[in-house]
């Protein structure tokens, strides 16, 4: 076990040895993003990744090191593969125990300063996690972030209980859309209409039923996502 700076210098070199700086701008033309990136694929980043994060020599030994380690990859980030290291990082399997409450105010930092798509809707998957961890605490928690300014904090509470199928809590469901049917902002919006179309495949009736009572207020783009699949 280590303290993170040999996971981090592995990573690091690893993603670098697949750099591609043909492809990198293609990607960020792709992503309109700032940060540059390396050129590694996805599929690429992974199979780089995986072995690494997996490898007992080199597994962080306490919490302050995984959350420090991942807040300097992400923070001290050169490409924008390096951030999707941290994310890969936070998910992984090995730290299952550790992506509690406690970790949120770092997924609030990683959704507040990544300010995408590609890292919100990653991240997204951590929230969700913890929202059935302490769905009291964490409910609290979303219906705030619903209120926030911030669209992406907004965008992570909508999209909280994407994946929990019948174990969606739909008065957190209502609660965290209500207060951004007005926005105008395409990413609002989307999340809306995904949000109500994932908990379609369990619950249609529900959906179509919240639909109708808010179809006044909810934009075309969210009520035709909803209704997809119904």
């Given at each position: 076990?280590?303290?993170?700076?040999?996971l981090?210098?592995?990573?690091?070199?690893?993603?670098r040895?697949?750099?591609?700086?043909?492809?990198?701008?293609?990607?960020?033309?792709?992503?309109?993003?700032?940060m540059?990136?390396?050129?590694?694929?996805?599929?690429?980043?992974?199979?780089?990744l995986?072995?690494?994060?997996a490898?007992?020599?080199?597994r962080?030994?306490?919490?302050?090191?995984?959350e420090r380690?991942?807040?300097?990859?992400?923070?001290?980030?050169?490409?924008?593969?390096?951030?999707?290291?941290?994310?890969?990082?936070?998910?992984?399997?090995?730290?299952?125990?550790?992506?509690?409450?406690?970790?949120?105010?770092?997924?609030e930092?990683?959704?507040?300063?990544?300010?995408?798509?590609?890292y919100?809707?990653?991240?997204?998957?951590?929230?969700?996690?913890?929202?059935?961890?302490?769905p009291?605490?964490e409910?609290?928690?979303?219906?705030?972030?619903?209120?926030?300014?911030?669209?992406?904090?907004r965008?992570?509470a909508i999209?909280?209980?994407?994946?929990?199928?019948?174990?969606?809590?739909t008065?957190?469901?209502?609660?965290?859309?209500?207060?951004n049917?007005?926005?105008?902002?395409?990413?609002?919006?989307?999340?809306?209409g995904?949000?109500l179309?994932?908990?379609?495949?369990?619950?249609?009736?529900?959906?179509?039923?919240?639909?109708?009572e808010?179809?006044?207020r909810?934009?075309?783009?969210?009520?035709?996502?909803?209704?997809?699949?119904?």
């Amino acid at each position: 076990m280590t303290d993170g700076s040999e996971l981090l210098e592995a990573m690091r070199t690893a993603l670098r040895s697949g750099a591609n700086p043909e492809r990198a701008i293609g990607q960020q033309r792709y992503m309109k993003s700032e940060m540059p990136f390396l050129g590694v694929t996805s599929p690429q980043r992974r199979a780089l990744l995986a072995p690494l994060l997996a490898d007992p020599a080199l597994r962080i030994d306490s919490r302050s090191a995984w959350e420090r380690s991942i807040r300097e990859l992400w923070d001290g980030a050169e490409f924008r593969e390096d951030r999707y290291a941290a994310l890969a990082l936070l998910r992984h399997r090995t730290y299952r125990s550790w992506r509690d409450p406690d970790v949120m105010p770092l997924v609030e930092h990683i959704v507040v300063t990544g300010a995408w798509w590609d890292y919100v809707d990653e991240v997204g998957n951590v929230v969700g996690e913890v929202v059935l961890l302490d769905p009291e605490g964490e409910g609290r928690r979303m219906r705030a972030w619903s209120e926030r300014e911030d669209l992406w904090l907004r965008r992570s509470a909508i999209l909280s209980q994407l994946r929990h199928g019948d174990r969606t809590d739909t008065s957190l469901l209502e609660d965290v859309i209500e207060p951004n049917l007005d926005d105008r902002e395409f990413f609002i919006r989307k999340a809306i209409g995904w949000a109500l179309r994932q908990y379609a495949r369990t619950d249609p009736q529900w959906v179509r039923t919240f639909v109708a009572e808010h179809g006044e207020r909810l934009s075309a783009l969210s009520r035709r996502e909803a209704l997809k699949h119904l």
